[in-house]
């Protein structure tokens, strides 16, 4: 067996280390670039825990309605599901017949999904 080349194994993982590196750059160099640029003048609005233009008259762990929840999940939800009609829609001219009844599937079931949502009242906000 050959020893294997150390500076080879090193070399391969450059591209890497330098994304990684860059990453980093673009993450934490604009917050470091605005703390040491960036004015720095407070007053007591500034440093008041909220700036909505009145006083804070309730604790901010209100309690929110489970609706709130429901509608949220349910945007998420078929907002995904949209999303992966844009790759579906791109490669349907390579993906033949298979593919287009497979996505009209897909279609026809977020379709139930939403008339079901819907029906419930669900997407209902009172």
Request: proline share 6%; with cysteine; aromatic share 16%.
């Given at each position: 067996?050959?020893?294997?080349?150390k500076?080879?194994?090193?070399?391969?993982?450059?591209?890497?280390?330098?994304?990684?590196?860059?990453?980093?750059?673009?993450?934490?160099?604009?917050?470091?670039?605005?703390?040491?640029?960036?004015?720095?003048?407070?007053?007591?609005?500034?440093?008041?825990?909220?700036?909505?233009?009145?006083?804070?008259?309730?604790?901010?762990?209100?309690?929110?309605d489970?609706?709130?929840?429901?509608?949220?999940?349910?945007?998420?939800?078929?907002?995904?599901?949209?999303?992966?009609l844009?790759?579906?829609?791109?490669?349907?001219?390579?993906?033949?017949?298979?593919?287009?009844?497979?996505?009209?599937?897909?279609?026809?079931?977020?379709?139930?999904?939403?008339?079901?949502?819907?029906?419930i009242?669900?997407?209902?906000?009172?």
């Amino acid at each position: 067996m050959r020893p294997r080349n150390k500076q080879m194994d090193i070399a391969q993982y450059l591209p890497v280390l330098l994304f990684v590196l860059v990453g980093l750059a673009v993450g934490v160099l604009p917050q470091v670039l605005g703390y040491i640029l960036g004015p720095n003048r407070p007053d007591a609005a500034k440093n008041s825990p909220y700036e909505c233009g009145f006083e804070a008259f309730e604790d901010a762990r209100m309690k929110f309605d489970v609706r709130y929840y429901l509608v949220a999940i349910l945007f998420i939800l078929f907002d995904l599901e949209i999303a992966f009609l844009i790759p579906w829609a791109v490669a349907l001219t390579d993906i033949g017949s298979t593919g287009f009844w497979t996505g009209v599937v897909f279609l026809i079931d977020l379709l139930v999904g939403f008339v079901y949502a819907w029906k419930i009242g669900a997407l209902d906000w009172e």
